[in-house]
T-cell receptor, first 114, second 110 residues
Framework: AQSVTQLDSQVPVFEEAPVELRCNYS??????LFWYVQYPNQGLQLLLK??????LVKGINGFEAEFNKSQTSFHLRKPSVHISDTAEYFC????????????FGTGTKLQVIP | DGGITQSPKYLFRKEGQNVTLSCEQN?????MYWYRQDPGQGLRLIYY???????QKGDIAEGYSVSREKKESFPLTVTSAQKNPTAFYLC?????????FGSGTRLTVV
């Protein structure tokens, strides 16, 4: 079985400051990793994904994430946030084999303060 | 453009009524999913289907039913047996890796 932990339910940050949203996972097999963003009353949009290769993954809207296998982490970062980044962010994991069911974390609400 | 369409965006249900949420995709994806989202609980899997005419229960299937008669369509029925149906419902599909989501349906019991 796989699981995802997002320890921070809310993260307030001032505009133009850097931010890191933390994600840790557990799985007995190799995984794919994802970050999704959700704006109010909308569906989830894929920010970035790690499938293989370079452990530093760049996504849309200036976000990036680093896969750390030894720490089983996939933290999301942005060097300078904007008001428009205010949203909820979900980390997700799926196994590389079989059905590839995706398991989601409970989400982190990023609040950008003007 | 390819994508997933969920309708309606907002839905109101009276106590004891069944309601059906629509989900249509034109991505030619084999697998489709229904999730329920409640504040602070993330996404919980209701049902999923990997091929036409086949579907499996997810983590919280009680009080819900689905059908998969066409590859493009995966409607979800919220039955009167679902005691707390007020929530945001998300449909998703997947091809090879990762999901594509619809814009969601917000169901409220009145």
């Amino acid at each position: 079985a796989q699981s995802v932990t997002q320890l921070d339910s809310q993260v307030p940050v001032f505009e133009e400051a850097p931010v890191e949203l933390r994600c840790n996972y557990s799985s007995s097999v190799s995984v794919y990793l994802f970050w999704y963003v959700q704006y109010p009353n909308q569906g989830l949009q894929l920010l970035l994904k790690y499938l293989s290769g370079s452990t530093l993954v760049k996504g849309i809207n200036g976000f990036e994430a680093e896969f750390n296998k030894s720490q089983t982490s996939f933290h999301l970062r942005k060097p300078s946030v904007h008001i428009s980044d205010t949203a909820e962010y979900f980390c997700a994991v799926s196994e590389r084999q079989g059905y590839q069911k995706v398991t989601f974390g409970t989400g982190t609400k990023l609040q950008v303060i003007p | 453009d390819g994508g997933i369409t969920q309708s309606p965006k907002y839905l109101f249900r009276k106590e004891g009524q069944n309601v059906t949420l629509s989900c249509e995709q034109n991505l030619n994806h084999d697998a489709m999913y229904w999730y329920r989202q409640d504040p602070g609980q993330g996404l919980r899997l209701i049902y999923y289907s990997q091929i036409v005419n086949d579907f499996q229960k997810g983590d919280i299937a009680e009080g819900y039913s689905v059908s998969r008669e066409k590859k493009e369509s995966f409607p979800l029925t919220v039955t009167s047996a679902q005691k707390n149906p007020t929530a945001f419902y998300l449909c998703a599909s997947s091809g090879t890796v990762g999901y594509t989501f619809g814009s969601g349906t917000r169901l409220t019991v009145v």
